[in-house]
């Protein structure tokens, strides 16, 4: 307390301590500052993961991330999230869905269409093989809708890319087991509009899938 009444951070107001003016400014910037510790906390251990034009956003736009972390008790978590918000859409744009974070949302995937919803998917060939051999027979009733679009490319970024509605994911898969290590979720402006752009590039840059 003789510290921070030396430093006129505080003084004596009967028997208690109130701020000063230089104190208040003093106490937001250490909520300031707690708050930035905070997200990096948040970010520390997944900031690898970003793709450069996400990391170099605003601290905002950081903080309104969501990211649900694959942990050893609960490997799924990312998954399960990302199931999640795929049952609300209305339309889904997908670049790089790797079999670890589709084949467990395939029966979702297949009701989407069913329903209507706009799909539009961009993925690894080898991605696509799977699904047409391990699934035959619904994957070739999809690719018959017209609401179903499934390209393939062979160099995608590292990450996957979604726009669900208005909501945007990246998926973060290991690149040794290809299981999915971390989902990020958000709904920022300059995210999607980000998400939009590689999007767009990917789909125009794809080539049509044949049938098995």
Request: charged share 25%; hydrophobic share 40%.
């Amino acid at each position: 307390m003789d510290e921070f009444e030396a430093r006129i951070w505080i003084r004596k107001d009967g028997y208690q301590y109130t701020a000063t003016r230089l104190g208040e400014v003093i106490a937001s910037g250490m909520e300031d500052l707690i708050e930035q510790v905070e997200i990096e906390r948040k970010l520390r251990d997944i900031w690898h993961w970003l793709p450069d034009e996400v990391s170099e956003l605003s601290i905002e736009t950081w903080e309104a991330m969501t990211i649900t972390v694959a942990e050893p008790d609960s490997p799924y978590r990312p998954i399960d999230r990302f199931e999640s918000l795929l049952t609300e859409t209305n339309e889904l744009r997908l670049i790089r869905p790797e079999i670890a974070l589709m084949e467990p949302c395939f029966e979702v995937l297949v009701q989407l269409v069913d329903e209507g919803v706009d799909v539009v998917l961009v993925a690894r060939p080898e991605s696509h093989t799977y699904f047409l051999s391990t699934y035959p027979e619904h994957s070739a009733d999809m690719m018959q809708q017209d609401n179903f679009t499934v390209l393939e490319h062979d160099a995608l970024p590292p990450c996957g890319t979604g726009l669900l509605d208005e909501r945007v994911t990246i998926s973060c898969y290991e690149q040794d087991s290809g299981t999915v290590h971390v989902l990020i979720d958000t709904d920022v402006a300059a995210v999607r509009e980000w998400a939009q752009s590689v999007c767009e590039t990917y789909v125009s840059e794809g080539q049509p899938v044949e049938p098995l």
